[in-house]
């Protein structure tokens, strides 16, 4: 976050003052947190030298509690170990830094109950002896702490993540973790058993938001309860947890519920805001806690001047209630940078007209006076009046950043590429991994196989139109609910054709699914071990269509068609395929398309998602002013476009970017994006590049035009074939040839040879079929 995003945000810098101050610790938290620099930096490796011998930084280590001798009023509390270790972890001690610490680490990974819960040592009601026990707000927090120390090869520690897992519940606020009472005092905090805790859920998230490979749609559905916790603040208090004044304002140092927690907590997920599925309700709750967090606790200059302190830290400039404190600036700065994205909707937040809490006055707390007055922009997404007019030059190359395939974004990842495009086509086995590799810089095969098969954030699933895609887990719930029914018709009708009846599949589906259960298998498998006298193929086509099987590895390496299979429900537990209506899964869907893809017309709009043409225009109203009418100048149709109203100022700063070039295989998602196939192919063109199905063959992209056509044949000498249209320079063409390399490299593991192929016959001139193979 630099000083113009602070800026912009909060209408001050404070980052000079911060990394002035004489705090190291408030200077180590603004270089690695909110300037994001390595631990190897030297300015950071300085600053963290500082901590660790400054004599406040000593003072807090050599008044560490002593686990299990130290009694303490609760878990709200300072005199709580994790509490103070997530202080010291907050302030820049880490792994290895302190013996005291490192010893204290073992002690509480020494006390774990049967279940794999952590226990604490501490006095319950009733019972007047202090006994080890273990409620979540002991074992979540404890989590957390020792993996920030750098603990999480521990095995103790992995029995406590896992059993963190399988605690997750179903509460009316959505999956959360609630107040399980502890297994031999039975004491559990005060509120309704079904209630989502908001503590320790928000302690679990901190613990998994830790873990990359935890990136799964289970968490990032647990990470939008507490979002929806806030929206129901006025009619519910949860566990007698509250949103009103004491909430907003916080209390340093902090380290329980309040709104720098849940910004700092739920900031970790990202996706809640920037996924194609991402809800607009939570996109205005973050905005609105953010708001609440600057309002509430920053000045005119966007320090902090700390309201609300606990007793015991008058050393530190946090723990006064007189002058700004640079570390507490730091701490909000921090993870304020984590929403930094949202600017524009948190700027446009009325704080004061934001309904109370449950229990409070009736009327919310306003900020005080003194403290940073939020400006009154326009609304969230900002919406033009009347229809806005944009160049038809700006509709191409804004669609091109949006699929990476203009300047590559350096912290792409494999699994955000295929968030930003809504899914990537699957159309044959090449083609997901050549389209990742035309949008990722370093790619390689291996990436996507770990994303699908190991941590399963991918998934490959036939939907839209009947085509095969990879998409996010997240987004697969959608997708089947807007799509399914057309798939489960045509596989119904193939499995018919080729004997196998609805007796004959109630028959056999389920053998199949306990022999996949056992390990994961292939038709040839499945044949040789039940010897079915029906045909497995059509089986297993329509129960990956029901959505009983999962579409596993290859048979035979990468790149080989038949495939492996596993039950869904086993492989993705946390996706319902029910868990949405036909018509909330097109909306979203819709969505997802019109904000990868815009602007579009409607005609688009269905081409790419199979959704009609009248559903479609449904889910726009829907929608309302989240989606917004655009007119193109120059377009060669005057049918209306569509676009996203969050993403509309970047037609007016979408450039064709010079000297890109990029390989895209055929049926690539963005090839087949739109119904009008004259978008961004030259009309002496389109029948070299498009077949007279509309199928997209592969192409070759120079400086925002389809420059060429590109096909690789193993037989009889591995090789890339290329054949390029008129007008390509020499410049174009080498950097042309070094994609090629690469795409050569990526199918065969080796440098293959270039051939130049100088004509090609037109796709529209050659039957059905040789749009994967343009020039053989």
């Given amino acids: 976050m630099d000083s113009d995003a602070l800026s912009a945000l909060l209408g001050a810098d404070p980052l000079p003052w911060i990394l002035s101050s004489d705090e190291p610790f408030a200077r180590w938290t603004a270089l690695t947190a909110i300037r994001h620099r390595a631990s190897d930096d030297s300015e950071v490796a300085s600053a963290h030298a500082q901590v ?15 686990w299990g001798e130290d009694d303490f009023p609760g878990h709200h509390s300072p005199l709580f170990l994790p509490n103070r270790l997530n202080l ?18 073992e002690q509480m990974l020494a006390h774990q109950d049967r279940h794999g819960h952590f226990q604490s040592l501490g006095k319950a009601p009733g019972r007047p002896k202090p006994e080890w026990g273990s409620l979540l707000c002991d074992t979540h927090a404890i989590a ?10 521990d095995d103790r520690l992995s029995r406590a993540l896992e059993r963190m897992r399988t605690e997750l519940a179903t509460t009316s606020q959505g999956d959360a973790w609630q107040c399980v009472p502890d297994a031999r005092t039975l004491f559990r905090g005060p509120g309704r058993k079904a209630d989502v805790c908001p503590q320790v859920t928000l302690e679990a998230l901190r613990a998994f938001s830790q873990l990359p490979e935890e990136r799964e749609p289970w968490l990032l559905n647990a990470a939008r309860t507490p979002l929806e916790v806030w929206r129901r603040r006025a009619e519910e208090r949860p566990y ?6 004491q909430f907003k304002s916080v209390k340093w140092p902090n380290f329980w519920y309040d709104v720098l927690w849940v910004v700092e907590t739920v900031g970790r997920f990202p996706e809640l805001w920037r996924a194609p599925s991402a809800h607009a309700e939570d996109r205005q709750a973050v905005a609105e806690l953010a708001a609440c967090l600057i309002a509430y606790n920053l000045d005119e200059h966007g320090r902090v001047v700390p309201r609300r302190a606990y007793k015991g830290f008058e050393s530190f400039s946090f723990g006064l209630k007189r002058d700004p404190s640079p570390f507490a600036t730091a701490r909000v700065l921090a993870a304020l940078s984590r929403v930094a994205d949202l600017a524009e909707e948190i700027r446009a937040v009325d704080v004061e007209s934001l309904p109370g809490s449950k229990g409070g006055s009736g009327t919310p707390v306003p900020p005080p006076r003194r403290l940073i007055r939020l400006p009154e922009p326009p609304t969230a997404c900002p919406v033009p009046r009347g229809t806005p007019t944009y160049p038809w030059e700006g509709a191409f190359p804004r669609a091109l950043s949006r699929h990476h395939l203009q300047t590559r974004w350096d912290n792409a990842t494999t699994d955000s590429v295929v ?14 991994y050549a389209s990742l590799q035309a949008r990722l810089p370093g790619f390689a095969a291996a990436e996507l196989d770990r994303a699908l098969y190991e941590r399963r954030s991918l998934v490959l699933y036939r939907c839209m139109r009947g085509q095969l895609f990879v998409m996010r887990t997240d987004f697969l719930a959608a997708v089947h609910a807007a799509s399914n029914t057309a798939v489960v018709r045509a596989a119904t009708k193939h499995a018919h054709w080729r004997g196998v009846d609805e007796g004959t599949f109630s028959a056999l589906s389920p053998r199949i699914l306990d022999l996949a259960r056992e390990r994961p298998v292939s038709t040839e498998e499945i044949r040789a071990e039940l010897k079915p006298s029906a045909d497995v193929a059509a089986t297993v086509t329509l129960m990956l269509a029901k959505g009983l099987l999962l579409r596993d590895r290859p048979v035979d390496g990468w790149l080989d068609r038949a495939r492996r299979f596993v039950p869904l429900d086993s492989a993705i537990p946390e996706v319902r395929l029910d868990a949405m209506s036909e018509t909330a899964g097109q909306l979203i869907l819709v969505r997802a398309y019109i904000r990868a893809f815009g602007p579009v017309r409607i005609r688009d709009i269905a081409w790419w998602t199979g959704v009609g043409p009248r559903r479609v225009q449904e889910a726009i109203r829907t929608m309302g002013d989240e989606i917004v009418e655009v007119a193109l100048e120059g377009a060669p149709s005057d049918d209306s476009y569509f676009m996203h109203a969050g993403d509309i100022d970047e037609l007016d700063t979408a450039r064709t970017e010079p000297d890109t070039t990029s390989l895209l295989p055929s049926m690539d998602t963005f090839t087949m994006g739109y119904a009008d ?3 961004f192919v030259a009309p002496e063109h389109l029948r070299f590049v498009f077949d007279r199905a509309g199928n997209a063959t592969s192409v070759i992209i120079v400086s925002g035009r389809v420059a060429g056509v590109w096909d690789i044949v193993s037989k009889p000498t591995p090789s890339v074939l290329v054949h390029l249209f008129e007008g390509v320079s020499a410049s174009e063409k080498s950097a042309v040839e070094q994609r090629v390399l ?19 016959v037109p796709l529209s001139d050659r039957p059905h079929g040789f749009a994967v193979k343009p020039l053989r």
């Fill in 52 to 66: 660790i011998a400054d004599e406040r930084v000593q003072s807090l280590l050599g008044a560490l509690p002593r």
């Fill in 88 to 105: 010291l972890a907050d302030m820049g001690v880490g792994a290895g830094d302190e013996q005291r610490v490192e010893a204290l680490l």
């Fill in 144 to 153: 957390d702490v020792l993996l920030r120390f750098g603990r999480r090869g």
């Fill in 240 to 245: 007698q947890f509250g949103h009103g004044y």
């Fill in 419 to 432: 968030a930003d495009v809504a899914a990537v086509h699957a159309a044959h086995p090449l083609a997901p």
């Fill in 677 to 679: 196939k004259g978008r």
């Fill in 742 to 760: 690469e795409m050569g490299r990526l199918r065969f593991g080796e440098a293959v040879p270039v051939q130049w192929i100088q004509s090609m």
